[in-house]
Each structure stands twice: as structure tokens, then as C-alpha cells.
């Protein structure tokens, strides 16, 4: 089975890679001895990152998640990065390919299926749901230095 790999490490940062992603397809998340789901990993965890949480995932062709699932206070965002589906939420089927984007709020009962001919693959980010506010949007700083490669 594929592991994540720590790239670096310091005060202020972490990186790691998953591999190419045409290889998601060599890792398996196991969440207990009955339920394992192939071509999944999370990186939030390697990554440190203490705010929400990320998981690639590929989907083959005729294959899909199998059950509905909500969250009880985490939001999530699903980037489809290749490959083509059908996004269910809440009852409504929704199409995605490379390029769509789909919000689903905590309560939101979602499933994931490939109904294409290649391979689907998906970044879901996951975040804690109704904190972000207008003043986040002006966070950032940008610093009066050279960037120097």
C-alpha cells in the first residue's frame, strides 16, 4: 500500500506529496475491519494543518462511493481534477467532470459515482463549517521584500 511522503518540514511550513495521481489508485483508507476504500488518502494529518482537513480520491470507471454520509459540523468542497460523474446531494444528481466544483454544507447527505469511461479523480477539502466571515477576506499581507529563487 502507497504512504504519504514528507517533502519538508520547518517552524512555519510542511510539504508532502501523494504521488501522481494517476497512482491514487495503489492507496486504500481503512476505517475499520469491515469498510476499506481503495484509492483514497487524507493529508491533512502529514501536513499538520490544525484548520480542516484534504483527501484525494479516485473513483474507476462503474465504481462509486457506495453510501451517504454527513458531517456533523464540517463542510466540504470537492474539486474534480479528471474524468467524469455524477455528484449526488441530497437527492439531486448533479454532473461533474474536470472543473466542477461542489459545496455541500455539513447536514447535506452526498455520494460520489463515475459513470464515465476513465477514471475520476476528486480533491475533497474538508473545513469547519460557518466560520469563515467578510473580514477573512482581507487576512492576508502582502510584505514589502524581494522574492528571491
Known sequence: MKQVAAVADGRNFSAISVG??????EYVLELGPDVK???????????????????FQVFQPGTE???LHTHKVH???????????????????????????????????????NNGTEPL???????????????DATDGNILQKPVKW
Do not use: W
Open 121 to 135: 479523480v476528486m480533491l475533497c477539502v474538508q473545513y469547519r463549517g460557518n466560520t469563515f466571515t467578510e473580514a
Open 65 to 67: 462511493t457506495g453510501f
Open 37 to 55: 476504500i481503495p484509492g483514497k488518502v487524507f493529508g491533512g494529518t502529514a501536513l499538520h494543518a490544525t484548520g480542516g482537513d484534504f483527501s
Open 75 to 113: 463542510g466540504e468542497l470537492y474539486f474534480f481534477l479528471g474524468g467524469q460523474g455524477e455528484f449526488q446531494v441530497d437527492g439531486k444528481i448533479i454532473p461533474v467532470a474536470e472543473g466542477s466544483v461542489v459545496r455541500v454544507a455539513p447536514e447535506g447527505e452526498r455520494s460520489v459515482r
Open 20 to 25: 501522481k495521481l494517476s497512482e491514487l489508485n
